[in-house]
């Protein structure tokens, strides 16, 4: 392993206690994220995509701890008391979420919000500062971003608070920005724009991008690579183009012949996966696919498989690589 | 796999529901303590019409008036005008008595599974109760084999007759309520966005069912959804909604090959293809700025805002909804040129 990568993850199992035990929402996941590269995560709801990053962002909830190693260049982030990791989150590292009218402070206008950040973190006066941050919104396409900067959130539509969202993560320069399902509360033309947004903003600021999402179209268009979340675990790696037209898993596979496509007609019945998603709080032993996977053998429900690396970057967490 | 949509609407046969030029207004308590109240046109002259077995679509934004529309039809919102006919007889306005029995033939599903569903009622006492509002000459034992007959065909266990909605997932919830609209075999059930709170492994087995179920009961559907994918791959004919107004009216083929509408072309290149050589290279039509307010709507053409090719003229008249061929309505004075 080169040690150019800027975020690199290892191990990294997080769990959570709850009134009937402990629940593993993230398992043993490793990963590693180069500057400028777009990297998806796909899953469904409870595959533990987004607690990946809630971790690493010091984000989980009071039952949450998590174990392994996450370093920021060189320097290990995971577990930091919050006064260390302020050094880094926000300003290095920035998130945005899904419901961008959660995220923002209703009581303070977005002028409050946005020059807080440089004014703490680049020390910047609150003139500079608001500068800085009228230029932003004006970089992510908010009209009148002089004006604007002076409303509060409830006067933006969503797809404007969205882009008031991308552009206070993007005041400090951050070198990695973790994007939460940031269109999936977005009609079809606003999610557009954003994606188009954020494309463009990848070109101008090189930043290296994480997009969390359950939609496979939208990591079709945006990323670099794919990592493909099941029952808390990674179940499959590899480039976009891997993942989309040679993809190893059966639950990738599965997912991709699911989707109903906009592009042509399909007469037939769609494929659907049979089932249920799996209960972390229940896992089988085995196989987390098991249940739902038209391949089972009698070894799915005897040991689980582990991510296995074939060709170039890529793994599969199947025992059907072994045969292959 | 067995093919689906083997053109099942019987367009020779006469509509089961035909609409027309139906409105929907609410008054909205005006800005000042004196103000007049203001207009918010949900729903702006819709005209169509709804043959057996035929599931018609009506896509578009958040805000564009579909839901409103679908309840509208169903007459769990007054319309303000126009005609709703069920069987070739207006219903708008009918008295509690005469509706009363025919809500047996009108059913619905609403988007949020667990919501929709009653969590201190058992999923036996839901599926049942329309058949005992409905049918109270039946015996109790003769209710509780059509709810686990029906729960059997929908995908639940029948087994689980005396559970609470909270012990099921999202996709499980959803069956419980198709198997509600399901139970007093009906003509017409309006969707009203039944997928879009489910994963997307969840999704394809509720459209899966929705269409055999249409097949086996000749059923009628309006298919409300945000997602124009779904939306292909299940509707027969497609209405999309604008601000309350149709803009495209048109069978399925037509509209996914070649949509007439500006907002309609739109719209379909916006949806993200999981496809990475198809999604990178293909042809975007972005659409600048927001939905407008619904309260005080462009003048003339209502997309116009939006517009990538308006014009003067759009500004000034309204584009009425005109057929460019037998199976395709559009709302655009310049649909010809662009």
Redesign the interface.
């Given at each position: 392993m080169t040690t150019n990568h800027i975020l690199t993850v290892e191990n990294l199992t997080t769990s959570f206690q709850t009134p009937d035990g402990k629940v593993e929402a993230v398992n043993n996941v490793n990963f590693a994220l180069d500057p400028g590269e777009t990297l998806g995560v796909v899953g469904e709801s409870g595959s533990g995509k987004t607690q990946i990053f809630m971790s690493i962002m010091g984000l989980l909830a009071k039952n949450g701890a998590s174990t392994g190693s996450v370093r920021y260049k060189d320097t290990e982030i995971l577990n930091l008391p919050p006064r260390e990791l302020n050094k880094i989150r926000g300003v290095s590292m920035s998130m945005i979420f899904q419901d961008p009218m959660t995220s923002l402070n209703p009581y303070l206008k977005i002028s409050k919000q946005m020059t807080e950040v440089l004014v703490e973190h680049r020390g910047m006066s609150e003139g500079e500062a608001l500068n800085r941050a009228i230029a932003m919104l004006d970089r992510v396409g908010i009209p009148g971003a002089a004006q604007r900067v002076h409303m509060y959130p409830h006067e933006f539509s969503g797809g404007m608070r969205q882009r008031v969202m991308i552009a206070m993560a993007l005041l400090c320069d951050p070198e990695v920005l973790i994007a939460d399902e940031p269109t999936t509360a977005l009609d079809v033309t606003v999610q557009a724009q954003i994606l188009d947004l954020l494309r463009d903003l990848q070109k101008d600021f090189n930043t290296a991008t994480v997009m969390i999402t359950h939609d496979l179209g939208v990591v079709a268009g945006l990323c670099d690579r794919v990592m493909v979340m099941y029952g808390g675990r990674v179940v499959e790696t590899g480039s976009v183009r891997d993942i989309y037209y040679d993809s190893h898993h059966p639950y990738t596979e599965g997912l991709l012949k699911s989707m109903p496509r906009i592009d042509h007609a399909n007469e037939e019945s769609l494929f659907a996966i049979p089932g249920q998603p799996p209960n972390l709080q229940n896992l089988p032993t085995g196989c987390a696919y098991q249940a739902r996977c038209g391949y089972v053998t009698d070894r799915c429900s005897a040991e689980r498989p582990v991510l296995k690396s074939f060709d170039q970057g890529r793994a599969s967490a199947c025992f059907r690589e072994d045969g292959k | 796999?067995?093919?689906?949509?083997p053109n099942t609407p019987k367009k020779d046969s006469s509509p089961i529901l035909s609409v027309r030029d139906l409105k929907v207004h609410f008054a909205i308590p005006g800005k000042g303590l004196f103000a007049p109240d203001r207009q918010l046109k949900a729903v702006d002259g819709v005209n169509f019409d709804l043959y057996p077995g035929e599931t018609l679509g009506v896509v578009g934004?958040?805000g564009c008036g579909k839901s409103t529309l679908g309840r509208a039809i169903l007459q769990l919102i007054a319309p303000t005008e126009g005609k709703v006919a069920w069987l070739g007889k207006d219903i708008v306005g009918a008295p509690h008595r005469e509706m009363q029995p025919l809500r047996r033939d009108l059913q619905i599903i609403f988007q949020d599974p667990l919501a929709s569903l009653n969590p201190r009622m058992t999923i036996g006492e839901i599926i049942a109760e329309p058949l005992v509002t409905h049918k109270p000459e039946l015996g109790k034992e003769e209710i509780k084999a059509r709810v686990k007959r029906m729960m059997a065909r929908v995908g639940l266990l029948p087994q689980m007759i005396n559970r609470y909605p909270h012990e099921f997932?999202g996709?499980?919830c959803q069956r419980i309520g198709i198997a509600r609209a399901m139970i007093l075999e009906p003509k017409l059930i309006v969707c009203d966005e039944p997928v879009s709170a489910l994963?997307?492994?969840?999704?394809?087995?509720i459209?899966?069912l929705l269409?055999?179920l249409q097949r086996e009961f000749d059923l009628s559907l309006i298919f409300i959804s945000?997602d124009?994918?779904?939306v292909?791959?299940i509707c027969h004919r497609i209405m999309v909604l604008y601000l309350g107004n149709v803009m495209e009216l048109a069978d399925?083929?037509s509209i996914?090959a070649a949509p007439k509408h500006p907002y309609t072309k739109?719209?379909?290149?916006?949806?993200?293809?999981?496809?990475?050589e198809?999604?990178?290279n293909k042809e975007?039509i972005?659409?600048?700025g927001?939905?407008p307010s619904p309260l005080s709507p462009p003048s003339g053409c209502v997309f116009r805002t939006?517009c990538p090719f308006a014009k003067d003229q759009c500004a000034r008249e309204t584009p009425k909804l005109e057929h460019v061929s037998s199976n395709q309505e559009v709302a655009c004075h310049f649909h010809e040129s662009i």
């Open positions: - | 796999m067995t093919a689906i949509n934004e958040s997932s996709g499980q994963d997307v492994s969840i999704q394809a087995q459209v899966n269409q055999e945000h124009l994918s779904i292909r791959h399925r083929d996914y739109a719209l379909i290149s916006a949806v993200p293809i999981p496809d990475p198809i999604e990178r975007r972005v659409l600048t927001d939905l939006r």
